[in-house]
């Protein structure tokens, strides 16, 4: 994985990027203020989001065995995976168990992080993203920059040129209604014949054993009713513990997510019905490294996170650099606190620096994750470079005695003009400093 600097260095180059990006949360982020600020109580529901989602990591042992009882009672079928290989496999089981070949997908973060769709092309079978934004990224072998804009970073003209060499041959207009109807005619037959389907899942109830999505096209209900057999690969902190929780959490994720009041689509299945939907229904209980997050008190609050991308909006760095600098299909703050706790913080070291530490991410998040907290906690476990280890211990030894910070004050003051680190001042003004220090002021002016 590149640097997030080094990442960030070309997207910060590209001019197209920055300005769809300004645009569209500009656009989000003046909607979410908007309907945030007609609910009286809506630090009262972050509260109630916070509190819920620490019961559940603290308690996530127990609520995942209830979840399992119930989904099995309700006659799903459960499957346990350590990490993405495991799901993987999982997965590719069932579809070939089924001679699939071609399952249809809902758009979904978890699938996209153990890189479902590559281990369902290396077995033969096509992994069809049914979302427009999800669609148009694989009709280009591109990828999500946003967690719910995913295709944020690409122009209407674009999409036709690549709609005209792919899917709809002689379309020739980027008008919105156009370009979604030709992924409608697409798409509809796919769905129709499709004998898999996969989804990722928002909510699972673990007293009832119900999946939730929520989406806004209804291309998710197409693909959680249409195929008879659906797999649903759900991160283990995904639950919530009562149906009733779930009041909570459908009020904040849509108004912090596109802003707003409901979402179009809301998805709820628990079980199997004779004759109405799939006929089979697995879910796969995903770990990969969350068991590993919750261990740290700190940390752990990541995964209480319910992706609504409210913090990447407001974020000064990602409105900037865009979402493929992450390096990961977790980008802006929470990406930069998710993504190195699940990959091993030496996996992802520069990511934690990705932030200005200015709390905006935190202020807007739905469930109160402290972000600049968890990315100062993430700083701290970072091995700096051996440059800057011996520069603080040089810094620390001067601090340690008045006669030394004294000589290096004078020091500083002769040698001023000379001294200035050149990469810092390339970019700020560094203060001069003063002729006299005040302790020699103070004493100089008592006589
Ligand atoms: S960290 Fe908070 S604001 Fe950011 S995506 Fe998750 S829930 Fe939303």
Known sequence: MRSFPEAARGELANVQLRTNLRAATDTIRAKRARVVGEVPDWEELREAGRAI??????H????????????????GVVHWARDADEANAIVVE?????????VVKVKSLTTDEIRLNDALETAGIHALETDFAELILQLDGDWPSHILVPAIHRNRAEIRDLFARTIAPGIDSDDPHVLAEAARIFLRERFLTAGVGVSGANFAVA????LCVVESEGNGRMCTTLPP???TVLGIEKLVP?????????????RSATGERMNPYTSLWTGVSDGDGPQELHVVLLDNGRTRVLRDEIGRQALACIRCSACLNVCPVYTRTGGHAYGSVYPGPIGAILTPQLRGIENASSLPFASSLCGACYEVCPVKIDIPAVLVHLRGQVRAPLRERSLMRAVAWMLGGRRRFEFAQRLARATQRLAAPRAWTETRDLKSIPAESF?????????
Do not use: C, M, N
């Open 60 to 75: 996530l042992d127990e609520y995942l065995l209830q979840f399992e009882a119930a989904f099995r009672a309700a006659g």
């Open 439 to 447: 302790r020699s002021w103070w004493r100089r002016s008592r006589g």
């Open 94 to 102: 069932i579809a070939r168990s089924h001679g699939a070949d071609e």
């Open 242 to 254: 009562r149906f009733a929780d779930l009041q909570v959490f459908l009020q904040l994720l849509p």
């Open 229 to 231: 057999v659906l797999v």
């Open 207 to 210: 007293e009832t054993g119900t």
């Open 53 to 58: 989602k620490a019961d559940v990591l603290a």
